[in-house]
């Protein structure tokens, strides 16, 4: 069975930074490519970014390039978001989800239940 | 960057009613087009992919057609468990854009 499991959101100053996990299972983690989406209180579904199997590409949404980085350690098959610069307009809750194919069609057959990130002082 | 767009943003139906959502790109997609059911609290739910095809285990009284930049997602005989928010998400070329959602209730 095929289980992701956010953690590490929590509360943040603005300008602060934050670091979200996805912990893979039931499945092998390094086959599929994985992406970040996000929902705002009261607002739709926002995909944030996206990264191959392998790593080696990584895509984002202009709201946070250059303030936010993806990455995955396959041998902990663990997902990663490295938030920084953090501002009120980034309070959300924070779904991982999984590619359902090998060679990444860059949408998702599965999500973790999210983790909230409330950017505020 | 591709827009998405979807309508209507909301609409009210009746249990056994028949639904339909479009969803417009501002370029063609061809067929790299996907539906979601997302419920207050619970985790977004793919429903139908690649325009049309039904992902495994969701009621065939989901359908999807279209191709290039108009799509429609139609639920026939809405069931009390179907209102929800659906959204529609392309995987053309990145950034994997999200429409805004159209909000079904009763």
């Known amino acids: 069975e095929v289980q992701l499991l956010e953690s590490g959101g929590g509360l943040v100053q603005p300008g602060g930074s934050l670091r979200l996990s996805c912990t893979a299972s039931?499945?092998?983690?390094?086959?599929?490519?994985m992406s970040w989406v996000r929902q705002a209180p009261g607002k739709g579904l926002e995909w944030v970014s996206a990264i191959s199997g392998s790593g080696g590409s990584t895509y984002y949404a202009d709201s946070v390039k250059g303030r936010f980085t993806t990455s995955r350690d396959n041998s902990k098959n663990t997902l990663y978001l490295q938030m920084n610069s953090l501002r009120a307009e980034d309070t959300a809750i924070y779904y991982c989800?999984?590619?359902?194919?090998?060679?990444?069609?860059?949408?998702?057959?599965?999500w973790g239940q999210g983790t909230l990130v409330t950017v505020s002082s | 960057d591709i827009q998405m767009t979807q309508s209507p943003s909301s609409v009210s139906a009746s249990v056994g009613d028949s639904v339909t959502i479009t969803c417009r790109a501002s370029q063609t997609i061809y067929t790299y087009l996907h539906w979601y059911q997302l419920k207050s609290g619970k985790a977004p739910q793919l429903l139908i992919y690649a325009a049309s095809r039904l992902q495994s285990g969701v009621p065939s009284r989901f359908s999807g057609s279209g191709s290039g930049t108009d799509f429609t997602l139609t639920i026939s005989s809405l069931q009390p468990e179907d209102f929800a928010t659906y959204y529609c998400q392309q995987s053309y070329s990145p950034p994997f854009t999200f429409g805004p959602g159209t909000k079904v209730d009763i």
């Open positions: 989800a999984k590619d359902p194919s090998h060679t990444s069609s860059w949408f998702a057959d599965y």
């Open positions: 039931g499945f092998t983690f390094s086959s599929y490519a």
